[in-house]
C-alpha cells in the first residue's frame, strides 16, 4: 500500500487524541481482524464525540450494495433492515454518499427526501439525523461509508465535519491496512511515517527504539538517544520517573495518558501529550515500554483561543455577558460570606439604533470600540466592565460605595461616553447614556434581582429623558410588575371588545369647518378603568401585539365612517400606523384591502406615520406610501420636528399632510423661538404642497397666531377633546363653525365644505 495513504490516514487519528488510539494501534500491528479493528475505530470516535452513534458500512463484492462493517451501538433491527442496501442517489444518507463519492449531511431524516423509504425506520430506532462520508481508497474508489447517526435535529460544526472526514480517513487507512498482503513491510511503514512520536524501552526503562516523528518532534536523534532513560528531555526529570511506577501497575492493551512539559535539543520547551502502555507476556511479565509524543502547542493555543472568545467580546474585548455572570455570581458568593455589599450598573447607549440606520453598522460598532475604551478608562482595575450585547453594557463595582460616591462615578460615565468623538471621518460625533444602578443586598440577593432592579432603572433614566442615571426604588418594581400584568391582559383586550375608539375633530381655520377627526384608541380595562394610552401603546409595540391593536383600529375606523356616512357626515378620519407595524412588509396591502372591503368612499381613510419611519429602508418606505396614495388614502406626517429625520428625507417621501407636534405649540405665544419654529414648518409644508396641521391648540392666542402664519387646520382642546361614538355625533350635529374670523369670503360653512383641497 503506498506510503502516502499510511501517513494521512494515521496523521488524522493523531487528531482524534491518542489516549484509546493506542490501543487501536495494538490492534492494527497484532493483525486483529478488520471486523474488530473497524468496531475499535467507531469506539474511538463515540469516545471522542459522546452525542453520536457511529457506524461503517463496506462496499460488497459486487460494488453494488453497502453491508454493515461495524455497528455497535445501532439496534440490531435497524443494522439487519440496511443489511445489503443498495447503492443509489436518494438511497438515504449513506446509500447516496457512497453512490456520489460526496458527504452527505441529512439534519432532519424525518423532513428529508433521501429518506422518505426509511423514516418509519428511522424513528423507530429514535434517529433524527445522519451524516455520511465517504471512505474513498487510494485509487479513488468507494470503499464504503462512515455514517454518524444523531437522536435530534442536528446541523453539523465545523468540528464535526473535521471528526468525520478524519475518522472516514483513519477507516480508509484501517482497510487498506488489512488488506496489505506484507503485514510485516506494512508494520515498519507504519512506525517510519506515524506522525506521533514512538518511544520504546525495555523492561529496565531503557530507550530500544524511536522513529523519525519522535527525532522530528524532539530534535533529538535516534541514535543519541539509544539506551537512555526518557527523563532526558523532560522539562521535570523526575516525573517521567515518577509515571513509570504507575505504568508497572498497568495492565496489558490498557493505556495511560498524560501532558508534560518537554524541552527540545535546541531548550525551546513546548507542551506534549504522551500516552503510555505496556507490552507484557503470557505470564504479565513486562517485555516492553511503549510511548507516543504529540506535540499539543497549538491544541493549547486553540483552547486558550476558544476560552477567550467564550469569556470575551470580540469587537471591544471587553469581558462578554458569560465572564460578567460569572463574576457576579463570585462577587454575590463573597458578599453573603464577608457580608459586603456592592453595585451594580446597567448602561444603554440613547438612540444606539438611529446611528446604525443612518450611518451603519460598521459605523456602530466602531462607536462601541471607541465607547467600550472610554469605559476601561472610566474604571478602578479591581471592578469589572462587560458587554453585554448590542448597545448594553455592565459594570460591577466592588467596595463600599454609598449614594453619593455611585452618583459621582455615574456621572463620570456619562461625561466620558458623550465627549466628542470622531466616527467613519466624522468629527464631533456625540451620544449620551443611560444607567441603572442596583445595590446588594437592599435590592436584591441574587443575580437575577440585581440585573432586573438595574434593568428597571435604566428605564426609569431613559423616560426621565436619557443622558442621565436613575437608582433602583420599589416604585419601579411596581411599575414593571403593572406592565407584566397589563402585557397579560392586553392580550383579552381585542378579542374581548375592551378596546373603544374615540375622535377628536380638526377644523380648518380658513372657514371654521370639521374637515377631519383623528381616532385614538382607549382600553377600557374592566377592573382599572381607562388605561392610559402611554402606558399600553408603548407596551404593544414592543411585545408586537401592536399589529392586531392596529388592525382592530382601522376596521372600527372605517365602520365609524360608513355608520356616519348613512346619517349624512361624511367626515375623514385619521389613524395612526406604529413603526413597529411596519415591520410587516404586506401591510399596504393589508390596508387597501381593508379599506375596499368596508365600501366608503374614496379618500374617507388617511394614515399618520411619524418621523421614525422615515429613516427607515427608503425604498421600501416609499413604495409603502405610494401605494396607500394611489388606492386614494391620504398620508399625513405626525409629530414633525422631534424625530430624527433631515429635510431630504422629508422631501423624498410622498405626504399630503404635515402635522407640528404640540410641544411646539405649547406656549408658543410666550416662547419667540417656539413661534419661529411652528412659522418655520408651516412655510416648509406649504412650499412641499402639503397641508399643515397644528396639534395641541388649548388657547384663543394660539389660535389666532397659528391662523396669522397661515396654517391650515388645528386640533387640541381648544376645539374639543377626543371623544366616543355617542358624544361626538353630538358634537357634530350641534357645531356650528365661527364665521367671524374666517378669511375665505368664498368658503360656504359647514362639515363637509372644502377649500384646501380636501375630499369628503
Known sequence: MPQNSIQRGLRDASRLGIGRYNHFLEMLLSGRPLEMLLNELVLLIQEKQPECIASILLLSDDGKHLIPGAAPDLPDFYVAAINNLAIGEGVGSCGTAAATARLVIVEDIQSHPYWQDYRELAAQAGLYACWSQPIVGNNGKVLGVFGLYYREVRHPTGLDLLLIHEAARLAQASIEFRRAQNHRQLTETITQHLPLGLIITDKAFNIVEVNPAFSHITGYPGAEVLGRKPGFFAADPKSLQQYRDILDKLPAWRSWTTELLISRRNGERFNAELCFSVVRDEQSNILRYVALISDISERKRS????????????????????????????????????????????????????????????????????????LQQSMRSQDTIARLGGDEFGFIITGEHDQQALEQLADNILKNVSRSLTIRQMRDCRITSSIGISCYPNDGGTLEQLLKAAEQAVYAAKNAGRNGYAFFTPAMFEAAKTQALLHQEMHFAVSQNQLELHYQPIKRLTDNCIVQLEALVRWNHPERGLVRPDLFIPLAEKTGMIREIGQWVRQEALAMIGRMQQQGLSVPIAVNVSTAEFYDHSLADKIIAQVEESGVARGSLLVEITESLLIRNQQETCAFLDKLQQAGIRVALDDFGTGFSSLSYLAAFPADKLKIDRSFVHQMTANRRKESLVDTIITLGHSLNMSVIAEGVETEEEEALLRSKNCDNVQGFLLAKPLPEADLIEFLRSYKPDTNSKTDTDSKPGINNKSDGEQP
Open 303 to 374: 483552547e486558550e483561543t476558544i476560552q477567550y472568545q467564550a469569556s470575551y467580546d470580540l469587537l471591544t474585548s471587553l469581558p462578554n455577558r458569560n465572564l460578567f455572570y460569572e463574576r457576579l455570581n463570585w462577587t454575590l458568593e463573597q458578599g453573603r460570606r464577608k457580608q459586603r455589599s456592592f453595585s451594580v450598573l446597567l448602561m444603554d447607549l440613547d438612540y444606539f439604533k438611529e446611528i446604525n440606520d443612518t450611518l451603519g453598522h460598521d459605523a456602530g460598532d466602531e462607536l462601541l470600540v471607541k465607547v467600550g475604551t472610554r
